[in-house]
């Protein structure tokens, strides 16, 4: 007896995430400035979003890259606030530095799994980003 085949998975609508996304700037915020260069980090985010959404990863696993995308992004606007000159480089140059080497920036109070969490999500945003 063969085994059947699986169902395809319902791709869901991006939509909801997408929503969701429009208020990371506002939480990740300091400054005022950290508003507007987060909405850039945002721009440059939802088209992977959409993309794991195409991959017809399961629902959990698609957030899970979501929150931990939203984790990078906070990062990256410590780091601004850090070194205010990183405020001249667009955040789709930012962005790519930041992952640059296919790992996410060492979050201060993440256990080794979370950090590998975070790594293999900027490992996939790197290699979506570079395909573009």
């Given at each position: 007896?063969?085994?059947?085949?699986?169902k395809?998975?319902?791709i869901a609508?991006?939509?909801?995430l997408?929503?969701?996304?429009e208020?990371?700037p506002?939480?990740?915020?300091?400054?005022?400035?950290?508003?507007?260069f987060g909405a850039?980090?945002?721009?440059?985010?939802?088209?992977f979003?959409?993309h794991?959404?195409?991959?017809?990863?399961?629902p959990?696993?698609?957030r899970?890259?979501l929150?931990?995308?939203?984790?990078?992004?906070?990062?990256i606007?410590r780091?601004?606030?850090?070194?205010?000159a990183?405020r001249?480089?667009?955040?789709?140059?930012?962005?790519?530095?930041?992952v640059?080497?296919?790992?996410a920036?060492?979050v201060t109070?993440a256990?080794?799994?979370?950090?590998?969490?975070?790594?293999?999500?900027a490992l996939r945003?790197?290699?979506f980003?570079?395909s573009r």
């Amino acid at each position: 007896m063969s085994p059947s085949p699986k169902k395809p998975r319902r791709i869901a609508s991006p939509q909801p995430l997408l929503v969701l996304m429009e208020r990371w700037p506002e939480s990740w915020a300091g400054v005022a400035d950290d508003k507007r260069f987060g909405a850039g980090l945002v721009t440059e985010l939802q088209p992977f979003v959409i993309h794991l959404q195409t991959l017809g990863l399961a629902p959990r696993t698609v957030r899970q890259h979501l929150d931990n995308l939203w984790v990078i992004g906070g990062e990256i606007i410590r780091q601004l606030n850090d070194e205010p000159a990183l405020r001249k480089v667009k955040p789709r140059r930012l962005l790519l530095d930041t992952v640059a080497d296919g790992g996410a920036p060492m979050v201060t109070g993440a256990s080794e799994d979370e950090q590998m969490s975070f790594d293999a999500t900027a490992l996939r945003l790197l290699r979506f980003l570079i395909s573009r």
